[in-house]
């Protein structure tokens, strides 16, 4: 049921030594001789040739996985090292307009008055420039309260608006009680506190950058049986010449049990989505040499072979939020489903390279038309 390389190599700085280098390189080469059947010496004489026609160093041949068998030497080369990958990126995303993606509010602004559906804003937290939708201010525990207290009992969440891999998300449920409002951090947070005691702990630190509150994702329960804590989303990778827009690659991103977030820095795993079928491959870490799992090693569910639910309208969206963004050609997309139908989550015109590992072909070949 699961595989794992065991003890499987720490990861190394690209600006380490070159004695901690070649030790870690030995490492990674024995892990792949051990795990793969790929010997040392044809892996290193990969390297070699990579280096001498590409200079592809040897971390980034297994940064990127450019080991797979499935991969030939002509398909290796035509990997992008990371300047040209950036290049391709500036020029599929002119900088300029990439800046509105950079920041969560203004990126939600421009999907949602466009139609396409993300989760409902309901307002921008600041000490100085906050507001609600009701361009009410929104900029200390009072306002927010009361901006709460007519949502009623329900769920919420905080964002920062340019953090990075679920940075700063705090998820929160709302209690009324004898026209008090509460609050009580998810997944299990310790008692309900005042707005203002959870502001002071939760918010407080947090809010000088701005803080977006949304409602709730309810996702599918297709989707939660695989993790309930966690919203488990969807990364998409979508590449538009003109009109036509091409879905590159996705994967499942699944949390672990008692996160909130999906994201494999706080353990969650992966599944690569097959895109004729909508169907589940083999679960896996994000690691560089990752355990693998049929089921979900926390809840038991079985994830291989699974399919995507309302996968036909996840392609449909994703092709259509790249269609409606300002001058963009490729991005990737965060995308959650509910049970009424899926929606943006986020939309990042710069996503990391690494990502292209988990899609089957070298970034050269992905982000060609």
């Known amino acids: 049921m699961t595989s794992v390389v065991d003890p499987p190599p720490a990861t190394l700085s690209y600006n ?3 004695g901690a280098k070649l030790r870690y390189v030995w490492q990674l080469g024995g892990a792949i001789a051990s795990r793969e059947g790929i010997s040392r010496t044809r892996q290193y ?5 990579l280096y001498l026609t590409r200079r592809f160093g040897p971390l980034m041949y297994y940064e990127h996985a450019l080991w797979r068998r499935e991969l030939s030497l002509a398909q290796k080369r035509r990997h992008l090292k990371n300047a040209e990958f950036v290049h391709r990126v500036h ?3 002119p900088p300029v307009y990439r800046k509105l993606s950079d920041n969560k509010l203004a990126e939600k602004a421009l999907l949602q008055s466009l139609g396409v559906p993300t ?4 307002g921008h937290l600041h000490p100085h420039q906050g507001s609600d939708t009701r361009c009410r201010p929104l900029t200390n525990p009072r306002q927010l309260e009361a901006l709460l207290g007519e949502l009623g009992e329900s769920r919420v969440c905080f964002k920062l608006p340019e953090g990075l891999g679920g940075e700063g998300f705090i998820a929160a449920e709302i209690r009324l009680q004898a026209g008090d409002v509460q609050l009580r951090r998810l997944p299990a947070g310790p008692e309900f506190q005042r ?3 959870f502001y002071s702990q939760h918010l ?3 809010v000088a950058a701005g803080l977006l509150i949304e409602r709730y994702v309810e996702q599918h329960p297709q989707m939660a049986r695989f993790n309930p804590s966690s919203l488990n989303t969807l990364r998409i990778w ?3 010449q003109e009109a036509e827009v091409r879905v590159l690659g996705m994967v499942l991103r699944i949390g672990r049990q008692g996160e909130v977030v999906d994201n494999t820095h706080n353990g969650g795993i992966l599944a690569q989505v097959d895109l004729a079928s909508g169907r589940l491959a083999r679960a896996k870490t994000g ?3 990752p355990a693998t799992f049929s089921r979900h090693p926390d809840s038991g569910v079985q994830i291989e072979g699974q399919e995507v639910p309302l996968f036909d309208a996840c392609l449909a969206l994703a092709r259509e939020a790249l269609r409606v963004f300002p001058r963009a050609h490729f991005a990737g997309l965060d995308m959650a489903i509910t049970e009424s139908g899926p929606l943006i989550v986020e939309l990042n015109l710069e996503p990391s390279a690494i990502s292209a590992r988990n899609f089957g072909a070298p970034l050269g070949d992905l982000l060609t038309w």
């Open 45 to 49: 004489l990969e390297i070699a040739y």
């Open 119 to 122: 989760a409902p804003l309901l």
């Open 195 to 197: 707005v203002a005691e």
């Open 238 to 240: 979508v590449l538009r």
């Open 91 to 93: 020029t599929l995303n």
């Open 204 to 206: 407080e630190p947090r």
């Open 16 to 18: 380490a030594r070159l």
């Open 287 to 289: 690691d560089l040499f």
